[in-house]
């Protein structure tokens, strides 16, 4: 180089950039499945010499690499991150992602591209990828030029996480991925912050809450994240107010409120949170969605007031208009209305005996009946003997069907997201995707993942992916040879089911063949011991446990209504 040339720039490329990026965002990993537009995004990943560069972890279906990016979004807050091809590897994103997007799990989703002057045309692998998942996320592009994938990332990522957080995608081109780079990445995205409300509304939320003769909170999805919890506790504290979760709001009440605990509601209009919410004067719902439990079902026939306070601003409907709205931070508005209620404000001796009663209700609900070997295991009694196995800080993921209305109604749960249940979509095979990102987040003690015979099977084939791994999860599977939660509501409405059977899976073998273990429980009496068992055995990798569920009582799930909610 002579004197006064300038100085040489050492070229990097699109996908060097984006990985830049993504160390940037402090991003641990990335899901999914290699293919030829994305080849040079996961050859950097592989082999940067970066020790903060994301670890990339590959999946055996780009859907359940979806499902483990969205649950890394709701278990830590911060977007997960999924990568695959281009074609199929896109499309097979979008159950995952809707579901994301749905029950506000932050995911960023990076989709291969044809090159650009191949889009619109009939060539190999070539779909309108940021089209096709426009409607599955927040905000769906396609990069134009290299220059851009940073801002890009950067954009992706704030918008997942920003309320309502969701999924968004970026349709990378190959030749865009591939192409020079020569601006500087983004730096890392601060948190938008929103305000508390303003003293005017905090005042106006005291007055209603002082005059109500039975305030009740209802926590939703957003109630979950750990400073609204905190800030939840902290107000139970200055005032015991009886709180209902739904069932993204589990673990919102720690054991030691348990006082105020009152159940969790979705689904069926028929338990005890439901008859406190009819008829609470004043339902103050927090961080609450509608996805969630629709207010057409539990806000029907009542006179009450409600106020919503929120992050994101509420949808009206004809069956949810809030007498306020409060759309400000959560936490903090909580933590200004602990401040101002007054020291010697309670609920009058009458409603704390009311109060009483029903929590003693509750817990009188979760008892097992005789065991009875010849129709299965009845359900209370899984729950029973799994909620002896666990602790405060076990992560449980739950699977869609007859189980989960079960767990989500009587398996206690003390701390914010670590029962995981699909309640917007219903999305059958999330429990498994789900118990690995907890099992990298949390890592230390065995995570638990819940499925039916019918799901289990959607996302098991990442149980390949769990053994590479050496994850300490424990799969328990009900088994019953009908997709149930289908069936029961069928007889329910017809006095029979169709459509609904399917055939027999030895799920040891299988768990074996994977290079996991296998138990079986055959009898009632092995519930525990085979629980114990297969807790120590995770301590080496993933371990199935096969139960047999006696579903008999199923009915109740939907006809076993208070007389008070009675339609």
Known sequence: MKTGDPPMTKTKTGAQALIQSMINQGIKYVFGIPGAKVDQLFEGLEYSKDPRAPKVIVTRHEQNAALIASGIGRITGEPGVVATTSGP????????????????????????????????????????????????????????????????????????????????????????????????????????????????????????MTHAKLPVILAGMRAS??????????????????????????????????????????????????????????????????????ARIWNADRTGEVVSLDSVAPEITTDYQPELVIHADIAKTLHALGQALPSDWALSSEVQAELTDLGDKLAAQAEAPTPDDDHGIHPLAIIQALQAQVNDETTVTVDVG????????????????????????????????????????????????????????????????????????VQIIWTDGYYDMVRFQEIAKYGHDAAVTFGPVDYVKYAESFGATGLRVDHAADLASTLSEAFTTAANGPVVVEIPVDYRDNLQLKSLLLEDVLS
Do not use: C
């Open 89 to 208: 590897g896109v499309s097979n994103l979008t159950t995952s992602l809707i579901t994301a997007t749905a029950e506000g799990d932050p995911v960023v989703a990076l989709g291969g591209q044809v090159p650009q002057d191949d889009i619109g045309r009939l060539t190999h692998q070539s779909i309108p990828s940021k089209e096709l998942l426009s409607s599955a996320t927040k905000s769906s592009i396609e990069v134009q030029n290299a220059n851009s994938l940073s801002e890009a990332f950067a954009n992706a990522y704030q918008t997942a996480r920003a309320p309502k957080a969701g999924a968004t995608f970026i349709s990378l081109p190959q030749n865009v991925l591939n192409g020079e780079v020569d601006r500087p990445e983004i730096k890392a995205v601060p948190t938008i912050d929103q305000g508390v409300a303003d003293s005017a509304t905090i005042s106006a939320l005291v007055d209603k």
């Open 402 to 473: 007859s189980f989960y209305i079960w767990m989500a109604r009587y398996f206690r749960s003390y701390q914010p997201r670590h029962l995981l249940f699909s309640n917007g979509m219903q999305t059958l095979g999330v429990a498994f995707p789900w118990a690995i990102a907890a099992a990298l987040e949390r890592p230390g003690q065995p995570i638990v993942s819940v499925a039916g015979d019918g799901g289990f099977l959607f996302s098991s084939q990442e149980l390949e992916t769990a053994v590479r791994l050496n994850l300490p999860i």
């Open 225 to 294: 994240a750990s400073d609204v919890t905190t800030a939840i506790r902290e107000l139970l504290g200055h005032a015991e107010i009886p709180v209902v979760e739904t069932f993204q709001g589990a673990g919102v009440v720690s054991r030691d409120l348990v006082r105020n605990y009152f159940g969790r509601v979705g689904l069926f209009r028929n338990q005890i949170g439901d008859n406190l919410l009819k008829e609470s004067d004043l339902v103050i719902t927090v961080g609450y969605d509608p996805v969630e439990y629709e």
